[in-house]
Structures are given as structure tokens and as C-alpha cells.
């Protein structure tokens, strides 16, 4: 865990790596991969991942490739008509937490996961 110093007298967190590679749509993971819907509640261990509740909808951002033996992660955010406490960040969950119910494009591309996407504030 490496900390750099940010504004606001807060410090900024690079926790560590959940893989190496990942999947998504474009080069900035901008664009939704698909629709999920939570098939149970997950609460956020630390600042990396999102707190989701059985039933509601994610979109689903990024797919990470694990190595061998470990679990697999998505990226997503949470999907309301309502204001909730997590609408629009962005965070991971593993994925056996939702079931995929549209995918938006099969076209995607494999790239490396970097420090960014792991980084907390």
C-alpha cells in the first residue's frame, strides 16, 4: 500500500492489485459492458470495492482476468431511480454477487490493470 499525498488534507491510498489484466470495451473503460442484476447483498471490505444490495441493478464497467485459485472481480456502479448512498461510484464486486442480464457489446479488448485502478481517496 503506497500513499501519496493529496489535496485537502486528505492522503491518497494505491491499495494493492486484485489482478493484473482486465476487460473492457475501450481503452478507458468508459463505456458500459453490461447490465447485472444483484442476486445478493455485498458489503465493501475496503475503499477498491462498492456496496451492493440484492436486487438492484449494476453496470458493469470492467471485468478483471484473476490469476489461478483467486476470485473474480467486476467493476460496476449502482443503478437507481432513487438517490442511494453508492449511485455513481464506481468500485468492484465479485461477480458470482450478479447475474448478467444485458450485454451491451461483445466486442472488447484485454489490457493490463494499472495502479489507478486500485487507487482509493
Same mark, same amino acid.
Given at each position: 500500500?503506497?500513499?501519496?499525498?493529496?489535496?485537502?488534507?486528505?492522503?491518497?491510498?494505491?491499495?494493492?492489485?486484485?489482478?493484473?489484466? #482486465?476487460?473492457? #470495451?475501450?481503452?478507458?473503460?468508459?463505456?458500459?459492458?453490461?447490465?447485472?442484476?444483484?442476486?445478493?447483498?455485498?458489503?465493501?471490505?475496503?475503499?477498491?470495492?462498492?456496496?451492493?444490495? #440484492?436486487?438492484?441493478?449494476?453496470?458493469?464497467?470492467? /471485468?478483471?482476468?484473476?490469476?489461478?485459485?483467486?476470485?473474480?472481480?467486476?467493476?460496476?456502479?449502482?443503478?437507481?431511480?432513487?438517490?442511494?448512498?453508492?449511485?455513481?461510484?464506481?468500485?468492484?464486486?465479485?461477480?458470482?454477487?450478479? #447475474?448478467?442480464?444485458? /450485454?451491451?457489446?461483445?466486442?472488447?479488448?484485454?489490457?493490463?490493470?494499472?495502479?489507478?485502478?486500485?487507487?482509493?481517496?
Amino acid at each position: 500500500e503506497a500513499r501519496l499525498p493529496s489535496t485537502g488534507g486528505t492522503t491518497a491510498v494505491f491499495m494493492g492489485k486484485l489482478a493484473d489484466s #482486465k476487460i473492457c #470495451k475501450d481503452a478507458e473503460c468508459s463505456y458500459v459492458l453490461s447490465m447485472a442484476t444483484a442476486l445478493d447483498d455485498f458489503i465493501a471490505p475496503d475503499c477498491r470495492f462498492i456496496n451492493i444490495k #440484492k436486487g438492484q441493478m449494476v453496470y458493469v464497467y470492467s /471485468k478483471l482476468i484473476p490469476p489461478d485459485g483467486t476470485g473474480v472481480f467486476w467493476s460496476g456502479s449502482v443503478y437507481s431511480e432513487q438517490y442511494v448512498d453508492q449511485m455513481g461510484r464506481i468500485g468492484y464486486f465479485p461477480s458470482p454477487v450478479v #447475474k448478467e442480464t444485458h /450485454k451491451f457489446t461483445e466486442n472488447t479488448i484485454q489490457m493490463p490493470t494499472t495502479d489507478m485502478d486500485f487507487y482509493c481517496d
